[in-house]
């Protein structure tokens, strides 16, 4: 794979009227972004038949920075409105950018029934364990024991495994990395978004400033290394037990299936309808 540079892929994919971006110094998004944008230029896939759809939040605001078409919609709705483009235009290819609180809270039921229709949008999900934007309240994947502004004495309530939710759901495909592993999010990007139905790719995305500072790790680095201390590859982790898997997250690939689209399963329906009405030509 032939890494083009960061100016080379800002030149061509952001719009320069809109930069710099919002995102805080040591912010995990810009990774993100850029290893989207970059499997996007190595699978040679047209931006013009390409869909960015978010809802509120730091990374929502990605559609906006991007010289793509988009949406920026409201809280928690980004797969509803991605929803009726894919089925308004099935040739468009659908990437929702989301949070972890705009994904696994507000959004949650979206996102289950987004998944159990097998809906045809491949989804970046930073997961930073807080509300970046809005104070810096615990999300529902904050671990037990790190801090926020609802938890200034440490999260006592289970965490959502995302990744594990988006499996049991039925998605076709499911990785999780933390930004520090580029290639692996880079290559993982690109099966997801040459599948059919529902994939996800969720990175692990350092927030110094909300998250951080509340947790005594102010700099990008200090979270990265903590990621390190804390991710556990899906191989390793088959041989640990649940106690040595506590605290832990497990990082991979965890589901590479090919079950039929929402799109396909809908045109298939359309065409028993009208059979079974006399319709048919």
């Known amino acids: 794979m032939y890494l083009k540079s960061a100016y080379d892929i800002r030149d061509k994919y ?103 229709r097998n809906l045809d949008v491949t989804v970046i999900l930073i997961n930073n364990f807080t509300y970046g934007m809005t104070g810096g309240q615990v999300a529902p994947t904050a671990l037990k024991g790190l801090r926020g502004t609802t938890a200034p004495y440490g999260q006592f309530e289970n965490p959502f495994d995302i990744a594990d939710l988006a499996v049991s759901a039925g998605a076709n495909y499911v990785a999780r990395w933390s930004v520090f592993n580029y290639l692996q999010g880079i290559n993982s990007i690109k099966k997801a978004l040459q599948k059919e139905g529902f994939t996800l790719v969720e990175f692990l995305s350092p927030c110094p400033i909300s998250f951080g500072r509340r947790n005594r790790m102010k700099t990008a680095p200090e979270l990265l290394r903590w990621y390190q201390k804390i991710t556990v590859p899906l191989a390793k982790a088959k041989k640990m037990s649940p106690e040595e898997l506590e605290g ?34």
Not at 64 to 74: K, R, S, Y
Not at 80 to 109: C, E, Q, R, S, V
Not at 249 to 256: L, M, P, T
Not at 268 to 281: I, P, Q, S
Request: charged share 25%.
């Open 14 to 116: 952001l719009r320069k009227d809109m930069l710099p971006t919002i995102f805080c110094p040591g912010c995990g998004i810009g990774s993100a972004l850029q290893y989207t944008l970059r499997a996007i230029d190595d699978l040679g896939l047209n931006p013009d038949e390409i869909v960015w759809v978010s809802g509120i939040g730091c990374s929502s605001r990605v559609p906006g920075f991007v010289n793509f078409d988009g949406l920026h919609t409201t809280h928690g709705r980004a797969l509803a409105f991605a929803t009726g483009i894919k089925l308004a235009n099935p040739d468009l290819k659908i990437i929702a950018f989301m949070g972890d609180g705009d994904a696994a809270a507000i959004g949650g039921n979206h996102f289950i029934h987004a998944i159990r």
């Open 248 to 281: 832990k997250i497990v990082i991979g690939e965890f589901v590479d299936r090919d079950r039929p689209g929402l799109v396909r399963e809908y045109e298939a329906y359309k065409k028993r309808a009208k059979k079974m009405m006399g319709w048919e030509e």
